[in-house]
């Protein structure tokens, strides 16, 4: 299965951050998929992740600025991050959960770089 | 909130030597611990699930073990393409570690 970020490269603090990662070579059916930042301040840092069936589990820390959707049909999910300030700057990946239940990632988008700043 | 600390941050060996890195759990994480590894410009690479299983394609010479709060990913032998950063990862809160960077001397 490939992974692929898209979306925009830069947005200005307190807009919202909008990306897209589209799956290619396998179904979105029966498995968890997650979005993950990485910068040099944080590391890496789970973000959230959504079933096929759109249910979500997010980070506490994340919770209320982060929305994740899924649409099956077009392979994609997607994640909006809101309010966004100077410390969301990072790579943001998306991933595969190894299974239905999994808490570790076995598949993942190369990454897209996301600057906030005015 | 499950903190995880790895050690030691930076790791020179030479090709062959064996590599030891700890990962160290703020408590229990009852064997629910992973193993990635990363090189620059790249996504982090699922090496070992649950504290010992070696994951699809990973070589042999990649092992992990551990238990409670303490988990060790060893590399037998080391080939200069194990330069990278590894990172360890546990389910209490998906949390990461810090990482551990290998330079292959």
């Known amino acids: 299965v490939l992974l692929q970020e898209s979306g925009p490269g830069l947005v200005r603090p307190s807009e919202t951050l909008s990306l897209n990662c589209t799956v290619s070579g396998g179904s979105l059916r029966t498995y968890y998929w997650s979005w993950v930042r990485q910068s040099p301040e944080k590391g890496l840092e789970w973000i959230g992740s959504i079933y096929s069936d759109g249910s979500t589990i997010y980070s506490p820390s994340l919770k209320s600025r982060v929305t994740l959707s899924i649409d099956s049909s077009k392979n994609h999910f997607s994640l909006r991050l809101n309010s966004v300030t100077a410390s969301d700057t990072a790579v943001y990946f998306c991933?595969?959960?190894?299974?239905?239940?999994?808490?570790?990632?076995?598949?993942w988008g190369r990454g897209s770089r996301v600057t906030v700043s005015s | 909130e499950i903190v995880l600390t790895q050690s030691p941050a930076t790791l020179s060996l030479s090709p062959g030597e064996r590599a030891t890195l700890s990962c160290r759990a703020s408590e229990s994480i009852s064997s629910y611990l992973v193993w990635y590894q990363q090189k620059p410009g790249q996504a982090p690479r699922l090496l070992i699930y649950?504290?010992?299983n070696r994951a699809a394609g990973i070589p042999a010479r990649f092992s992990g073990s551990g238990s409670g709060t303490d988990y060790t990913l060893t590399i037998s032998s080391l080939e200069p393409e194990d330069s990278a950063v590894y990172y360890c990862q546990q389910r209490n809160n998906w949390s990461f570690g810090p990482g551990t960077k290998v330079d292959i001397k």
């Open positions: 991933a595969r959960n190894a299974g239905s239940g999994s808490y570790y990632f076995d598949s």
């Open positions: 649950d504290t010992s």
